[in-house]
């Protein structure tokens, strides 16, 4: 086992810096981070211009092999180069992976909690009206992409604040900069999560509950809940104890990988709501021909994706005896 | 014969048949519609910039004056081909690699899923967006073939695996002792056994496929102007949907009842095809 994990590692190794280089190499090919500094008045030299990407690595008339290796030698030793205008890609990074746990914490844990108990109650409850309603409300839910959902709601909660004369929910940013004092500054971030935690969870409940319900309905039928119920438990202890644990691993295993990918954040719900988190810096740094943050956003993306398929592989391992035997 | 048999189990499945009616009605309303309009696409009405649905213009106007129904239909047509051919195109894919992973083993199966699991690491969302504005002037098809290059990966696990298991059938061994050459028989005795597993990949990467061209448009990294889509039409509706809701509401509403009837479509062959499956 222990060298299994061991040549896995090295692989899932291998694997993320290639991902990397191909981007950072796809990048540093096809944009152009001079367009920023050209055009401005008053006109910038060419000769300043060239000295200061050169500073960030940046400069297009240096070939990309040597613009690479520069890049990838830093990246070793943990630094991730400049962005376009001179920051540092690596603070930068880590604010918003803040950001994004932040935003997503909540919505994650939410969505996986909610979609399990109802999809387990409507599995319980099979064919009676709740089990239809739930069924069809997350397969109409699936079929509504998330910017579709998002934009939806920014435009009920506009007309539900105009008709009420005051800012009920919020519906930009992270929280109010004007707001100060521990209590208020709780609640008014509080209110400025409802939005994106709802367009975000709606997705993932309809997600749990159909694999919950699927999950729970073959294990309802099998021997084991039929002879617990046998022995004398009641019917709740029976299914809360023997039937939803079994039927947990696969939710569980899909949770963890959400889990994992949590910090690479949630492109169309933060670009919406005006949240500055990893998932909208991926279209930003592409909107402004930032080669570095870009190749940082793809190898942070392609680490994230691997461990959280490494520890939901782990996690079905833990759960499931039948699996460590093969 | 196995064929009448899964039709007569679709048309009974009242799922299956209700996509199928909404799918028909939505490619009629896209192809046919147009016709039935008082406007063109490509017309701009310069004394009605920003009118509500109404007697002339059904459903609305934008800002410079184009008719929302026209403009709307159009983008309909080209998200329903988009989806129709990145599905095909991800789906043979998908065949033909796992197919073959799973036939040959050794080295090449090992190169081959080497392959799926880089791509499937690399963020598809953001090389689709680094390099996609940059075929502004090559067709929209190229658009088509970026967006399949991403989405078989998975399918085409599952197909290896299933290879795996139907390689060691007796028909397959005999095939083999009659010296039948193996492209062959993988093209011919094991694709056509995956069958109905395909057919229901291919539905799901429909819808999967008109989503993602919507996202990515919404970022204007899919369909540049001035050819229009459903998702350049909902990124230009989201920007004014407060004002204007019906620029948002007809390309989002249409969207989704397209994806809700194709997914429709999808379950219900699911039920046909496979009915052990319950997932």
């Not at chain 2, 239909?73 to 799973?102: D, E, H, N």
Request: positive net charge; charged residues 15%; proline residues 4%.
């Amino acid at each position: 086992m222990g060298r299994y994990l061991l040549r896995r590692l090295a692989m899932n190794v291998v694997l993320v810096a290639i991902a990397a280089s191909l981007a950072y190499m796809l990048a540093a090919t096809t944009m152009n981070p001079r367009a920023s500094y050209e055009g401005r008045q008053p006109p910038v030299p060419v000769e300043v211009i060239d000295r200061t990407l050169d500073n960030y690595n940046l400069n297009d008339k240096t070939p990309v092999l040597e613009r690479y290796v520069r890049w990838a030698s830093g990246v070793v030793t943990g630094d991730f180069g400049s962005k376009w205008n001179g920051g540092s890609v690596g603070e930068e990074m880590g604010r918003r992976i803040g950001v994004s746990l932040r935003l997503l914490f909540i919505g994650t844990i939410v969505g996986f909690a909610l979609g399990v108990a109802l999809g387990a109650y409507s599995a319980v409850r099979q064919y009676k009206l709740s089990d239809r309603v739930i069924g069809v409300g997350s397969f109409v839910v699936m079929a509504i992409p998330v910017f579709v959902m998002a934009t939806m709601l920014a435009i009920a909660t506009y007309n539900l604040n105009r008709g009420l004369g005051f800012t009920l929910i919020e519906y930009t940013g992270e929280y109010n900069p004007n707001v100060t004092g521990f209590w208020p500054l709780l609640f008014n971030r509080l209110n400025h999560l409802i939005l994106p935690t709802i367009s975000l969870s709606l997705g993932a409940i309809a997600f749990y509950s159909r694999i919950q319900r699927n999950m729970m309905l073959d294990v309802l039928g099998q021997d084991f809940v039929r002879t617990a119920m046998a022995k004398g438990l009641r019917r709740r202890t029976a299914l809360f104890r023997h039937a939803l644990r079994t039927a947990l691993i696969p939710s569980a295993t899909y949770f963890a990988f959400a889990f994992g990918t949590m910090f690479v954040g949630a492109t169309f719900t933060e670009k919406i709501f005006a949240w500055h988190g990893m998932g909208a810096w991926l279209v930003d740094s592409i909107q402004q021909n930032d080669v570095n943050s870009v190749a940082a956003v793809a190898l942070f993306t392609a680490a994230c994706i691997l461990i959280a398929a490494f520890i939901s592989d782990l996690l079905v391992a833990a759960l499931d005896p039948r699996v460590r035997v093969s | 014969m196995r064929s009448k048999v899964v039709l007569g189990r679709m048309l009974k499945n009242r799922q299956a048949r209700y996509g199928m009616i909404a799918f028909v009605a939505l490619v009629l309303l896209a192809y046919v519609g147009p016709f039935v309009g008082p406007y063109d696409w490509t017309d701009k009405d310069f004394l009605s910039f920003l009118v509500p649905p109404g007697g002339d213009h059904w459903w609305g106007t934008t800002t410079i004056g184009q008719d929302m129904y026209a403009l709307t239909l159009r983008g309909m047509q080209k998200s329903i081909v988009i989806g129709v051919l990145t599905a095909l195109i991800a789906t043979t894919l998908a065949a033909i690699v796992g197919a073959f992973a799973g036939y040959f083993g050794g080295w090449i199966d090992k190169a081959l899923m080497w392959g799926v699991d880089l791509l499937l690491v690399l963020p598809s969302f953001l090389v689709i967006a680094i390099i996609s504005p940059r075929l502004k002037e090559s067709s929209w098809l190229w658009f088509v073939v970026l967006l399949a290059v991403f989405t078989w990966m998975i399918t085409s696990r599952v197909v290896r695996s299933m290879t795996l298991s139907l390689r060691e059938r007796e028909y397959v061994q005999a095939a083999v002792y009659m010296g039948i050459p193996r492209w062959k028989i993988i093209l011919k005795h094991i694709v056509p056994n995956l069958s109905s597993l395909l057919i229901i990949d291919y539905t799901l990467n429909v819808s999967g496929a008109v989503i993602g061209e919507a996202a990515l448009s919404f970022f204007g990294f899919g369909i540049q102007p001035p050819e229009v889509s459903l998702g350049t039409l909902i990124a230009e509706g989201a920007r004014n949907a407060t004002g204007y809701p019906w620029l948002f509401a007809f390309p989002a509403g249409l969207l989704v009842l397209l994806v809700l009837s194709i997914n429709l479509i999808g379950d219900g062959l699911r039920d046909a095809l496979d009915p052990g499956s319950n997932s």
